[in-house]
Structure formats: structure tokens, C-alpha cells
């Protein structure tokens, strides 16, 4: 097994966490669940995407509360995915694909700055995976950052 630098970080970007690794936990009623974590285990929001996802600060990570009515399943696999930041995003696609990963969907880029895919593991597990093409204010997309 070898391991590469394609999980260095690239551009800030104001609409992502600084996270390499973040979790998305999927739930019916966002709010309600982002309200319940901050209460709870003093998870504070960061930033707030429509009524669907929330990004909130833990530390110095970041989890994701995202709306699915069914939080049982997601792209037809568990209730959660987990998105990783690479440097780059074209490349890793190439290497998921060569290797057998069940792909939904090419590269692409979002008006949020990112460039995404999305892959299922042999266990059924989500994984997005996110390189930062350029620092854009949550405000140009309809994002709302509620602290920094």
C-alpha cells in the first residue's frame, strides 16, 4: 500500500470547512438536528445551506447534518457518508475508477467552489470526495455562514 500528498489541502474556500475529513450525518428535520447537537454536545454552527444541510464546528473538525427523509439510506447505501478533501479531484476519480469503486457520477463543479464525486466502498459506505477550485462567499449561492 502506498500513500500519496493528494489529501493536502488546496485553496481556502469560505463555503468548506478547513477539515480533510468530514462526516455527513443524514436526518428527516435538519434544523432540529443541528439545534440538538449545539445543545448537546456543543457542536456550534458554521454554516447554513437552504433548509437541506448545515455545516457545524466540532474543535477543530466538522461534521455535516444533511435532509434525507429516509436517514436510513443515502445513494442506496447507510444512512451517513463521510466527504474528504484531496488537492485533486480529477486524479482521484481516475484511481477510485480503475479500481472498481461504484461511482454516481463523473467529476463535477459546483458554484460553491468545490469540484465533487461520490463513490460506494465494498460495504455499501458513501464517500464524497472534494477539491476546492476557489474561495466563494456562501452568500453568491444561497449559503448563509453563521460564524467563521
Known amino acids: 500500500m502506498s500513500s500519496d ?5 488546496g485553496p481556502t474556500n469560505r463555503s468548506m470547512p478547513e477539515s480533510t475529513v468530514i462526516p ?22 458554521r454554516l ?3 433548509t437541506h444541510r448545515i455545516q457545524l464546528s466540532v ?7 444533511a ?10 447505501g447507510p444512512g451517513h457518508s463521510v466527504m474528504i478533501r484531496v488537492a485533486n479531484v480529477d486524479q482521484h476519480y481516475a484511481r477510485a475508477k480503475s479500481a472498481g469503486a ?11 467552489g468545490e469540484r465533487q464525486y461520490s463513490a460506494a466502498d465494498p460495504g455499501g459506505h458513501v ?13 453568491s449561492w444561497g449559503g448563509e455562514l453563521v460564524s467563521s
Do not use: M
Open 5 to 9: 500528498a493528494s489529501f493536502a489541502q
Open 24 to 45: 455527513v450525518l443524514h436526518y428527516p428535520d435538519v434544523r432540529q438536528a443541528a439545534e440538538w447537537l449545539c445543545r448537546a454536545f456543543g457542536f456550534s454552527e
Open 48 to 50: 447554513r445551506i437552504g
Open 59 to 65: 474543535g477543530t473538525g466538522a461534521v455535516v447534518a
Open 67 to 76: 435532509e434525507s427523509q429516509d436517514p436510513n439510506v443515502i445513494f442506496g
Open 102 to 112: 461504484r461511482l454516481f457520477g463523473e467529476p463535477t463543479s459546483y458554484p460553491f
Open 127 to 139: 464517500w464524497t470526495f472534494s477539491q476546492s477550485e476557489a474561495n466563494v462567499d456562501p452568500g
